[in-house]
């Protein structure tokens, strides 16, 4: 069945990069998102990306999809302790009413 | 900005009560959503309501139901809460396309 795959822990140092990878096995992929968590907060929407889309970048963040992998990444650059969070990403197959949804990523930002 | 707000940012109800979770949106969504979040278990779809009036089940949708009478505003009901749906209700809005779900800050329910 879809599924949607990330790994559950990622560490950083505050200053370097981070990439949080997402993989999914549903090929009908029609849009991708990334939504970011914070303790206690609902979900806030970072970016999407068009499955005919290879990249999007807004700021900071860099979206790569490769579709041949079915594999989904987030680049965080230069991060800082305010991104500390947990990361999911989403998929919405064709015009599927429900979105099929990764446990999260949990990112931790050392000083 | 798009803005979901919740009626309660905490809760704490007695086994067997009849609660109300309420949600509004302000941006004229056609679509919205109730999860639930739990440790380890991710976001599940509880219900969801693509227009006034319309439903749909989820992935997990026993010991609930839905109300839209209004399109801004969707209501998760609890009809004899149970200790197993102490949890944090997330309700979210969205347009048909692309379908970027916007969410409310949460509420957290504790059932005793």
């Known amino acids: 069945g879809e599924d949607v795959e990330q790994s559950l822990f990622l560490s950083v140092r505050e200053g370097d990069s981070s990439v949080i990878n997402c993989t999914y096995t549903d090929s009908s992929s029609t849009y991708l998102y990334w939504y970011k968590q914070e303790p206690g907060a609902g979900l806030q929407l970072l970016t999407y990306?068009?499955?005919n889309m290879d990249m999007k970048q807004d700021q900071r963040l860099t979206v790569l999809l490769n579709k041949k992998d079915k594999h989904l990444s987030l680049r965080i650059a230069d991060t800082q302790t305010g991104d500390s969070a947990i990361y999911f990403c989403?998929?919405?197959?064709?015009?599927?009413?429900?979105?099929?949804w990764g446990l999260g990523t949990s990112l931790a930002v050392n000083p | 900005d798009v803005k979901v707000t919740q009626s309660s940012r905490y809760l704490v109800k007695r086994t067997g009560e009849k609660v109300f979770l309420e949600c509004v949106q302000d941006m004229d969504h056609e679509n919205m959503f109730w999860y639930r979040q739990d440790p380890g278990l991710g976001l599940r779809l509880i219900y969801f309501?693509?227009?006034?009036?319309?439903?749909e089940k989820g992935d997990i949708p026993e010991g609930y139901s839905v109300s839209r009478e209004k399109k801004e505003r969707f209501s998760l009901i609890l009809e004899s809460a149970s200790t197993n749906q102490t949890s944090m209700y997330l309700c979210?809005?969205?347009?048909?396309?692309?379908?970027?779900?916007?969410f409310g800050p949460g509420t957290r329910l504790t059932v005793t």
């Open positions: 989403a998929e919405r197959t064709g015009n599927n009413r429900k979105l099929i």
């Open positions: 990306i068009f499955s």
């Open positions: 979210a809005s969205c347009v048909d396309n692309p379908y970027e779900q916007y």
């Open positions: 309501s693509y227009d006034v009036k319309m439903k």
